[in-house]
């Protein structure tokens, strides 16, 4: 299977394909991506992940742990915890609810939850974030994701107060698609384009 470039793929009738046919196609093109091409994109996605935070400074900020060739960011986690952005990591309580937040710090120990995805080892740590950053499977022009279809982040955002929501993703999985009645516009999209 070649891999279409950035114009084709953008260009691709995904629209038409299942959501469950979509989200397949989109992590198998994300899983062939060149390792050395997936450090520089990542890359990319950081340094406007830290222009977005020295721009509006939260106070906190929900990362993550990729999984399944998801954007890499821990390169700036320090970095954000150093200037004083408390970090919090998400935890499935319950498969159809939304995520909690444990506080985390790099360096701090995790423990792998029932779907082999690192949390905070300490749970005594609660922490709602003011910001959040959402990997995305994909992800269409008016910032709806894609996600991997538990809908944990949309359940999530529906709580108020709702976070500033910060999707992350390489720019090819940007496609057409219908969003889901209970999706929810990310504010931000940041991509490595």
Request: aromatic fraction near 8%; hydrophobic fraction near 40%; glycine fraction near 6%.
């Amino acid at each position: 299977m070649t891999q279409p470039t950035r114009s084709e793929h953008q260009r691709a009738p995904y629209g038409t394909l299942p959501r469950k046919e979509l989200r397949k196609l989109l992590l198998q093109q994300r899983r062939a991506l060149d390792p050395q091409l997936r450090r520089e994109m990542d890359a990319r996605i950081v340094q406007k992940l830290l222009a977005w935070c020295q721009q509006h400074r939260p106070a906190s900020l929900g990362v993550y742990w990729p999984i399944q060739a998801e954007p890499d960011l821990h390169d700036c986690y320090q970095q954000l915890s150093d200037a004083g952005i408390a970090l919090a990591l998400p935890l499935v309580t319950a498969r159809n609810a939304g995520l909690s937040f444990l506080a985390w710090r790099p360096g701090d120990a995790v423990t792998l939850d029932e779907y082999g995805i690192p949390t905070p080892a300490r749970r005594d740590r609660p922490l709602q974030p003011v910001a959040l950053l959402v990997p995305c499977v994909g992800f269409n022009a008016d910032r709806y994701r894609l996600g991997y279809g538990g809908g944990h982040y949309d359940r999530t955002l529906e709580q108020t107060p709702r976070p500033a929501t910060l999707g992350v993703a390489y720019q090819t999985a940007r496609v057409d698609f219908v969003p889901g009645a209970h999706d929810v516009a990310m504010d931000v999209i940041l991509t490595d384009a």
